[in-house]
């Protein structure tokens, strides 16, 4: 490790600080739990104290998950308490996605950086496409499927959201809109799966590390910093009420646009990263 100057770590600290509010607004406005920012702020404190590039992601993702736990369970009682939760596809698609969650955590430890920004991106920008250009237009029938599919659908947005390192948000919405249900109800529907999604990530992450730890940084328990969960956790769990409250003030079509922008810039980042 090296030696940060004061400076730079009151930089660090409000720059966890900052991400942590857009974090957590962004999990309660859109039912994700804020992976797509927890990770690249992450990725700089960790670069800034000399975590070895080699396990920096992982860590990154790992830490992101464990503070989407808190941020994810806030949504989805705000949500809940509106009534727009979907909890018999919350009940029937909890198993199947920690089961993907699970061997999403297994495949992240060995599998290139570039395949879970290549995944991320094309997922995002076909979710930002339906939202954008298609709206209603794209849709598979107008009820859910059988109980059989919808575990498929569960298990596929557990292991995609895992090699991700987000709440399973993005992937839950755009099937539920194919089959006609209101983007409240998938964006209340999704925050609750985030849960489940960010326990089993941080527990697979935290075992995955175990063999790692002469790489991390002091505070780690495998691949979770504690320092980034104690730091950012709070502020995040605490602004998600604020970002449920403004989506159901929104007019539907103000939410599908506003969330379809949210993903052409994230994968516009992660595309860029890649250049470097």
């Known amino acids: ?62 830490t992101s998950l464990a503070i989407i736990v808190p941020t994810a369970f806030r949504s989805y009682r705000t949500h809940k308490a509106k009534g727009f939760a979907l909890q018999e596809v919350v009940r029937l698609w909890t198993v199947p996605v920690v089961i993907g969650v699970a061997i999403g955590s297994g495949l992240a430890v060995v599998a290139p950086s570039a395949v879970f920004k290549l995944v991320f991106a094309g997922i995002s920008l076909i979710i930002a496409a339906k939202m954008l250009f298609a709206s209603d237009r794209w849709f598979i029938a107008e009820e859910l499927p059988g109980p059989a599919v919808m575990r498929v659908y569960g298990l596929i947005v557990g292991l995609l959201s895992s090699l991700m390192g987000v709440g399973g948000g993005s992937l839950s919405n755009m099937i539920l809109t194919l089959y006609k249900k209101p983007i409240h109800n998938a964006v209340a529907t999704s925050a609750g799966l985030g849960v489940p999604i960010a326990v089993t990530g941080t527990i697979g992450y935290m075992l995955a590390g175990i063999v790692h730890m002469d790489e991390l940084p002091p505070l780690s328990i495998g691949f979770v910093s504690l320092a980034g969960f104690v730091l950012m956790a709070p502020i995040s769990s605490y602004t998600a009420r604020f970002g449920a409250l403004i989506a159901h003030r929104l007019a539907r079509r103000q939410l599908e646009i506003a969330f379809g922008v949210f993903l052409i810039v994230v994968s516009a980042r992660i595309l860029w990263s890649m250049l470097d």
Not at 4 to 13: I, N
């Open 1 to 62: 490790m090296i030696d940060v100057p004061v400076g730079e770590l009151v930089v660090l600290a409000v720059a966890i600080g900052a991400g942590g509010v857009v974090t957590g607004i962004l999990a309660g406005l859109f039912g994700i739990g804020g992976g797509a920012v927890l990770v690249p702020v992450l990725f700089e404190v960790f670069r800034l104290i000399g975590v070895d590039d080699e396990v920096r992601m992982q860590l990154c993702v790992g």
